[in-house]
């Protein structure tokens, strides 16, 4: 560092000498003054910005004959000098078309117009009016190329992020988060107390922010854009910007509050014909429901066995051995409702705002108070937040940003998981009542096993081990908290010694204590002895900057500009996580106390600690005021990474509606970009030597747990590596943005390329080499697309305004090789989606049906499809092209937004369904068919014509056969690697209506008088209100794996919501 | 322009500058021990075992089971099993355990330890295992990797024939022999089934030896080897679960405690052959009882698959059956009934499996050659004399060998070749014309090893029964 300072030094000392001084004031058309305004001598690089009230004081030198004012948002002034001492200016502001400003990769402002890579702003008011609790949903659908998906619809759920396709494939395809130019945590971390494919859905700690103090979300998507952040850039950057006040203002005080009010979007259709039972036959302890016809009971009530055994539940209710069903009573629907609601959320912010002549402030308070479609999954969230800037003199300025967050939450087991809440309501028989979920069995001796739980497979709870969890034991006795107490603060010193160089020191530290609770009591599913596990995460993110920008608007006057960027930057993220638990509790109760354990305990601890430090500069040059190159060059070295790696990258605009006699009526701006990048993705940490790991040996469901067996070791599974280098992304987009007709059609338009080299992945090695995976740089994957971002005024005056909008992105991603390895499962079970050479990334691949060269299916001799010994692939998730399109307008003081969002061509593995036709719960069993001719079933039964049977007629190419319960419950349905599950894939394109927003202000003089008030914003907003889509029980947009690389499944995934949304704000 | 040079320079000094000594250190794995710096080879012990444990007893034996007809596939994945449906995604747990959870690791071990006082008896007890795992691999799905596997710069190994499989096992047994009769016979905490037990080591390496020549129909190797095999259930080779956790249970209780529903006992081939087996000097009525389990709730199980009931890799009973079988096809039938009703008088003993219902009847009179002679009462329809004698022995095995493969070992090896003496259960689909006779190699091999021939399927003989 010393050197560039030395550096920076000794160009100080060629300046030129200086003659006259000048002072003055800039103020904006409101006659408030503007701070910061750049004060050029013209032709000179002699120059000075006003201070905290707008004045400045700059020397020229001899022979300047005009002042150059310019700042971002505000048109160029250029003021004739004459005799004057004394130039006070006012600048108009620019119409944000014109000029937009976006904030690049470091958190400063440029102007869009001038950069060379795309990037996409959402605005504070975009976000607001979504009606969405959490910052990351707010963006979904707004911005080309930019995949934005909750995982389901619990309170707090995670969110994923895409941007431009898949960038890695065993990495975080997330990417990084600037706020006010310092990267903060977006973890999504699953740990060690639950799973990605069974468990509760985990958090993505962006949305710890308040949408409120957010002023405007940058997406950057190429590489160019992100380069400067080396190997935590290659999902592109999300660079946020918090509110704050102004200088000279007065206090303003608003109140915001929101109510939305959430319900289940989609519902899985269960049938309501047949009891619990196989083969026709009625059994009150079967797992399946392809019992009895329920109308052909006789009705009434059940004939039980007084004299025995019973259950007496805590409601009331006494449940007898049944001898003889008689009741055609069915609960379906009050099963749903005994663990589904309306959910809601009320959020309420307070915000101070306002500066003197020296310091600008931004207080907020916000909380959010949500409860869950699922009855007891909850959300809370507080934040406060205060912002701070300092004008000490004409040179230094101090920004400091305080946030402190907390959050807690309860959520609700879900997925593959014998506890999960579809799991057991969805296979609960539709002659299944469980609201009598919890109370005392009494066995034939009459002794009492209090506190048991009740669910379909028990009716009578005679056994401690329910099988399924009844669902109202998931939501109502089974705990899942997590509790987040999180500080983030930043501080930029900035020092502006001379009018051509600034400095910035810059630092910030992102820390959080995640502490999270899973909770079973005796009796649970899985865990009959009860089960706590306590897992804290505390993750602390350090960042240090030293910028330099130096600039040199008339480098060669009137002809080329110079803009140059220097720093260094040390990045550190410490993780250490402690996990505790317990299989076997001593009491049966609700303390949540390793006191009441046994031992086993499993206790283990782990630090993940990286480390980077980064040199990047910048050069900016401006031709002509037409063509703009920007060169950067990052050397980064990481402790993940052997060596030290170079990120170069370059982009060039130019708007050749400068030229002469291009500009019309039709075009009134074009320019051109042309963008290329490289960078790339961190290995994880502590690859590098093979080590010893405990481990649990299971073959199906057996699990010998090391642990118990005193302890011991096995040489790793997974092979170290000395030689780890990041993925390298190079990245290539030529683009363009225009606009028509004044301005009133804006079209940006973009090809990208990029191909992923050294890509990071456990490689599966043939097991009898000993190892099963190797971490190494063995993939290449590309991805190509083309993005459309277009919008268009339909109508424009000072009283209306309506808009068209919208964006488009078709991309296209191929992996290129996997060093030999044909298959890379990025999921788990039944179905995976994987990275398979040839294909798109997350390609569906399982069990599927034998077939002939010809593609035809191979029948057996009864007609029906036989398994294939081998899987394959079996569906592609990712989509043909997905697009967002709205209208927006205003009249007077309503104004309103319409956003439809849409996905086309992806696959989608409707697990929950394909199982549910196993059970016979789902509405695909429901029918009876009579047969027109003799049929065959799976087994080969023949079923003469004119009977009645349950169950559907299929054809698979060899003539119709009768699908019934023998073809559901072996290959037509189910799970496991013996089923057909490549018959649980379906078309999951859905077009949806988004959002709906309606907003109406109260304000004006007369209002301000009677009121004091100068606004009340009104607004309703509704999110997800339709949706279009083949799948039938579940928004296809829910993910089983949650924020995760593999996509496209659901299996008992909790499902996801829409929303009506109110909200009011008061300004004062 | 001088400006621009000195900018220029500047940058370019900056970028050829980024600081390693910043990161350096950070990178040592703190969570984990490196395997570079580890002395205690023998803390791998258990994980081999357990690893083993699972191979034997577990998923595998169940498949074995249903497919021979001892038990039955109710629901979801097993039933689909049960009627032949299998992929190759079910074997790769059990594949990954025998090569880099049991062969990696015992190979590793013994390099570790070669320095160890220790150094024969850990050699001896980790070929015995190395030789168990890799023996039911190559008996279960036919040709398999083995001679060069866990090998350094072999990342795709060949597969050996499945009688060059059993070769190399022999001789690698022959290897656990010699290094455990020159071991002292020290203890060995590590070691879960013996505590180090050099002498009972040896007893089960013979007892595998004869086993695998059973497989490859040496019946005179298998009988010399049984009779320095197993001599006493205090030698057989045993997986007792601690009960302490979810992690050490019954393998068969904890997959019907996961898994409730999927598997049962009742109506299954065995359970009926168990009912109609009795005679006037035999009566099953206590075995049943113990062997018929609960497959819809774990806690039920009293018998066979309670929670800490013990499990039997390889055991006294097997010794004796092999030695009985052998014996009689060598033409010594006196020889071959004497070993048969010593299993009975240890049967009748009690010593064979609990009594849980004491009104059951427990009934395992000696029998004599007359017996086994045409019109006998074990020879009703009046085939040779020998071969309803092995036609019980095999029987016998049928039944004792329950929760192991020898049921469905045998319905492979005699299944088609002899037919008069082998147990022949009914098909499990109406569609099927013949027993499954292997499993598919694992998905994991069979998409990472280019090496792995295509799998022919689960109807196609393995090498030995062709």
């Known amino acids: 560092m010393k050197k560039i300072f030395l550096l920076l030094l000794c160009l100080t000392l060629v300046r030129a000498h200086a003659q006259t001084t000048i002072q003055g004031k800039v103020t904006d058309e409101n006659s408030e003054p503007l701070p910061g305004v750049s004060v050029l001598a013209k032709g000179t690089n002699v120059g000075t910005t006003t201070d905290g009230t707008g004045a400045y004081t700059l020397t020229v030198p001899q022979g300047t004959t005009q002042l150059v004012f310019s700042f971002i948002g505000y048109t160029s002034l250029s003021e004739d000098i004459g005799n004057r001492q004394q130039i006070n200016v006012s600048l108009a502001q620019e119409s944000t078309q014109l000029q937009e400003v976006v904030v690049n990769a470091l958190g400063f402002k440029t102007q869009k117009d001038r950069a060379g890579s795309t990037s996409s702003s959402v605005s504070s008011t975009a976000i607001k009016t979504s009606g969405e609790a959490s910052i990351l949903n707010s963006l979904a659908g707004k911005a080309s190329g930019v995949k934005i998906v909750r995982s389901n619809g619990d309170p707090g759920a995670g969110t994923n992020i895409q941007i431009r396709g898949a960038n890695t494939i065993g990495g975080s395809s997330q990417p990084l988060i600037i706020v006010d130019g310092v990267p903060i945590s977006n973890d999504n971390l699953y740990g060690s107390g639950s799973s990605r494919s069974g468990g509760v859905s985990q958090q993505s700690r962006l949305n710890d922010l308040n949408p409120e103090d957010v002023e405007s979300v940058q997406v950057l998507k190429g590489a160019s854009a992100a380069a400067l952040w080396g190997s935590r850039a290659a999902n592109g950057v999300l660079v946020i910007t918090t509110k704050q006040g102004k200088l000279n203002q007065r206090m303003k005080v608003s109140y915001a509050t929101t109510y939305s009010l959430d319900e289940i979007n989609r519902k899985h259709p269960l049938q309501t014909t047949w009891g619990q039972g196989t083969a026709g036959r009625y059994s009150p302890t079967s797992a399946n429901s392809w019992g009895d016809k329920i109308s052909a009971r006789p009705g009434g009530e059940d004939v039980v066995t007084t004299t025995g055994e019973y259950f007496q539940a805590d409601n009331g209710d006494k449940i007898y051995p049944i001898r003889t069903k008689n009741s055609q009573e069915v609960f379906v629907d009050q099963n749903f409702n005994d663990v589904f609601q309306k959910g809601n959320f009320l959020d309420h912010n307070l915000t101070i705002s306002g500066g003197s002549g020296k310091t600008t402030n931004y207080f907020s308070l916000g909380y959010l108070g949500q409860e869950g479609i699922v009855k007891n999954s909850t959300y809370d969230r507080l934040t406060v937040r205060f912002n701070n800037q300092t004008f000490f003199n004409n040179y230094v300025n101090l920004t400091t940003k305080a946030n402190y967050i907390y959050t807690n939450a309860n959520r609700v087991q879900q997925n593959s998981n014998t506890a999960g809440l579809y799991l057991g309501l969805l296979r609960t028989p539709p002659d299944f009542e469980n609201a009598s979920y919890k109370g005392t069995y009494f066995n034939n001796a009459g002794v009492a096993f209090p506190n048991r739980q009740r669910s379909y497979r028990r009716y009578l709870g005679n056994n401690i081990n329910p099988v399924y969890n009844n669902p109202l034991w998931t939501t109502d006795e089974q705990k899942g908290t997590t509790t987040v107490n999180r500080f983030n603060a930043n501080t930029n010193l900035n020092i502006n010694p001379i009018s051509w160089l600034q400095l910035d020191l810059r630092g910030g530290v992102d820390t959080y204590v995640d502490k999270r609770v899973y909770f079973s009591p005796i009796g649970s599913a899985s865990f009959v002895n009860g089960r706590l596990d306590n897992e804290d995460f505390t993750n602390t993110e350090i960042n240090l900057d030293a910028i330099a920008r130096l600039d040199f608007p008339n480098l060669i006057p009137d002809k080329v500009g110079l803009n140059a960027t220097v720093g260094y930057n040390i990045n550190d993220r410490n993780r250490k996580v402690l996990y505790a638990a317990t299989s076997n509790f001593l009491v049966n109760s609700q303390l949540q106390t390793f006191t009441n354990g046994i031992a086993p305990f499993e206790v283990s601890n782990n630090t993940n600690h990286i480390r980077s430090n980064r040199l990047y500069s910048i050069l900016s040059f401006d031709f002509l005021n037409q063509v703009f190159l920007n060169l950067s060059g990052t050397q980064e070295a990481a402790s993940t990474i052997q060596g030290t790696y170079f990120y170069p990258s370059m982009d060039l605009a130019w708007q050749f509606t400068d030229l002469p006699n291009v500009k019309g009526n039709i075009l009134s701006f074009g320019k051109l970009r042309l963008a290329y990048g490289q960078v790339g993705v961190q290995p994880s940490a502590y690859r590098f030597g093979t080590t010893y790991e405990t481990f649990t040996y299971s073959t199906y469901d057996d699990a010998l747990d090391i642990n118990e067996f005193g302890g011991g070791f096995r040489l790793n599974d997974d092979q170290g590596n000395p030689n780890l280098k990041p993925e390298i992304k190079t990245e290539f987009e030529i683009g363009t943005d225009l606009r028509f007709f004044k301005d009133r059609l804006t079209l940006g338009a973009t090809y990208y390329q990029n191909e992923i080299r050294d890509i990071l992945l456990a490689v599966n090695q043939s097991p009898s080499s000993g190892f099963l995976s190797k971490y190494a740089n063995a993939g290449r994957m590309e991805n190509k697309g083309l993005e459309v971002d277009l919008s268009y005024q339909l109508l424009r005056n000072n009283d209306y305004g309506l808009d068209l909008y919208g964006n488009y992105n078709n991309n296209r991603n191929k992996v290129l090789d996997l060093a030999g390895v044909d298959r890379v499962d990025l999921t788990n079970q039944s179905i995976t989606s994987n990275a398979i050479v040839g294909q798109p990334l997350g390609i569906l691949f399982g069990s599927r049906a034998a077939r002939n060269p010809d593609g035809s299916l191979v029948l057996d001799e009864n007609g029906f499809p036989k398994l294939d010994p081998q899987q394959g692939i079996i569906g592609n998730p990712n989509p043909d092209w997905r697009g967002g399109f709205g209208i927006r307008g205003f009249f007077k003081k309503v104004n309103f937004n319409v956003l439809f969002e849409t996905y086309q061509g992806g696959d989608f593995a409707e697990r929950t369904r394909f199982v549910l036709n196993s059970f016979g719960t789902y509405t695909d069993t429901e029918d009876e068919v009579t047969l027109t001719k003799d049929l065959k079933n799976a087994a080969g039964k023949i079923f003469p014509a004119g009977s009645v049977v349950r169950g559907n007629i299929g054809n698979y190419g060899g003539g119709d056969v009768l699908l019934d319960e023998q073809w559901y419950t072996t290959l037509g349905g189910g799970l496991g690697g013996s089923a057909i599950n490549e018959f649980s894939i379906n078309d999951g394109s859905w077009t949806r209506l988004r959002e709906v927003s309606l907003g109406y202000s109260i304000s004006g003089e007369k209002f301000r008088k009677a009121t004091k008030l100068s606004s009340i914003d009104l607004s309703f907003s509704g999110r997800n209100l339709v949706l279009w889509t083949k799948i039938k029980g579940i928004d296809p947009e829910v993910n089983q794996s949650g924020v995760d690389n593999g996509f496209g499944i659901e299996y008992f995934t909790n499902p996801s919501t829409r929303s009506w949304v109110f909200s009011m704000k008061i300004n004062y | ?466």
């Not at chain 2, 004792?400 to 020898?406: H, I, P, V």
């Open chain 2, 1 to 466: 322009m001088k400006k621009i040079k000195y900018i220029l320079l500047a940058f370019l000094i900056g970028s050829s500058y980024s600081c390693e000594s910043l990161v350096e250190g950070i990178n040592d794995n703190p969570n984990e021990i490196s395997s570079d710096n580890f002395e205690a080879g023998v803390l791998l012990l258990k994980g081999i075992e357990l690893a083993n444990v699972g191979n034997q007893l577990g998923h595998l034996t169940r498949i074995g089971g249903m497919w021979s007809g001892q038990t039955v596939g109710t629901a979801l994945l097993y039933k689909s099993i049960y009627e032949y449906n299998l992929s190759a995604e079910e074997t790769s747990t059990v594949w990954e355990h025998a090569y880099q959870g049991v062969a990696k690791q015992a190979r590793l071990m013994r390099e570790h330890t070669k320095n160890s006082p220790k150094a024969a008896q850990y050699s001896g007890i980790s070929k015995v295992l190395e030789a168990n795992s890799i023996g039911t691999i190559a008996n279960l799905f036919g040709d398999a990797p083995y001679s060069e596997i866990a090998t350094d710069g072999i990342d795709d190994p060949k597969f050996d024939s499945q009688k060059e499989v059993f070769a190399q096992l022999q001789t690698l047994l022959d290897g656990a022999i010699a290094d455990l009769g020159a071991a002292t016979n020290t203890a060995v905490p590590e070691d879960l089934h013996f505590a180090g037990n050099t002498l009972k080591w040896a007893k089960v390496a013979h007892t595998l030896k004869a086993r695998m020549y059973i497989y490859t129909r040496e019946y005179d190797k298998a009988y010399q080897s049984a009779l320095k095999g197993i001599s006493a259930t205090s030698e057989a080779l045993v997986f007792t679960p601690p009960n302490i956790g979810n992690g050490s249970l019954n393998l068969n209780y904890k997959m019907i405690n996961e898994r409730g529903g999927y598997w049962a006992f009742t109506g299954s081939y065995l359970d009926k052959l168990l009912t109609s087996r009795g005679n006037s000097k035999t009566n099953e009525a206590a075995r049943l009882t113990y062997y018929r389990f609960d497959g819809n709730a774990a806690n039920n199980n009293k018998g066979i698959a309670a929670a800490g009931r013990p499990m039997t890799l390889i055991g006294y009973e097997e010794n004796l059956l092999i030695l009985a079988e052998t014996a009689t096809r060598a033409g010594k039938p006196e020889e071959g009934l004497g070993y048969l009703n010593t299993l009975r008088a240890f049967l009748a003993s009690g010593k064979g499996f609990d009594k849980l219902n004491a009104a059951d009847a427990l009934k395992y009179d000696a029998y004599t050659l007359a017996d086994f002679a045409p019109g006998g009462i074990e020879n009703a329809d009046g085939i040779p004399q020998n071969r309803a004698l092995l036609r019980e022995i095999i029987q016998e095995r049928y039944v004792t060998g329950f929760t192991n493969t020898l049921g469905f070992d045998d319905l492979r090896r005699l299944g088609a070749k002899e037919r008069d003496i082998a147990v022949l259960p009914p098909f499990n689909s109406a569609t099927a014309s013949k027993y499954p006779q292997r499993f598919i190699v694992a998905q994991t091999e069979l998409s990472a090893n280019p090496n792995a021939p295509r799998d022919p399927g689960i109807f196609v003989e393995t090498e030995v029964n062709k």
